[in-house]
């Protein structure tokens, strides 16, 4: 059985995955398999620079300001390095053997075809704007603004098989406890 952790921005999907870790549960998380396949794989590497220009990397790094001009400077653009950094993580997922997946923009990549299961964790949404606006230091208009690049967070929870409330108040691991027996049905 494999599964997806997935939920918008400030829900506190990596909270859920990290007391999920500490249950023994191996997690792929996609963000970092992207960030370390954009460092690593030489053959994603020549994809970018032929996508993006050369200049995308600087001495083998990543050049982050180029990247970033060339994704905000179109959504085609954004597709474009979505199209070759997407199917390089699924692979990697696949490859790596893990049945549990992390994933943000799940449904957005569809990722949702590598997995059996797919959990979202909720939280309100004035919830989820302080949360980011604590952790990155950033106005709320721009949490809004990232909140708009995601899908809304009732369409995820509409397509999921089980959800998490992390409002802060209700008991998370009983609602693990609760996923797990789910997941082991």
Not at 28 to 37: E, I, P
Not at 75 to 89: G, K, L, Q, S, W
């Amino acid at each position: 059985m494999s599964v997806a952790i997935t939920g918008g921005i400030g829900s506190g999907k990596s909270y859920v995955c990290r007391l999920l870790k500490q249950r023994g549960i191996e997690i792929y998380d996609c963000d970092a398999a992207a960030k370390r396949l954009m460092r690593e794989s030489d053959d994603l590497k020549k994809r970018l620079q032929a996508l993006v220009g050369e200049d995308v990397y600087t001495d083998g790094e990543l050049n982050k300001v180029v990247m970033a001009k060339y994704l905000l400077s179109s959504e085609e653009h954004a597709r474009a390095v979505d199209n070759v950094v997407h199917p390089a993580v699924a692979d990697d997922f696949i490859r790596s053997g893990m049945t549990w997946m992390e994933c943000a923009i799940l449904f957005e990549s569809g990722f949702q075809r590598l997995v059996d299961q797919v959990v979202c964790v909720v939280a309100p949404l004035e919830v989820r704007i302080r949360r980011v606006m604590e952790r990155d230091g950033i106005s709320r208009e721009k949490v809004l603004e990232w909140m708009t690049r995601q899908w809304p967070q009732e369409e995820v929870l509409r397509q999921s098989d089980f959800w998490i409330l992390n409002d802060g108040k209700d008991n998370l691991n009983s609602q693990i406890d609760n996923l797990i027996n789910f997941i082991k049905e």
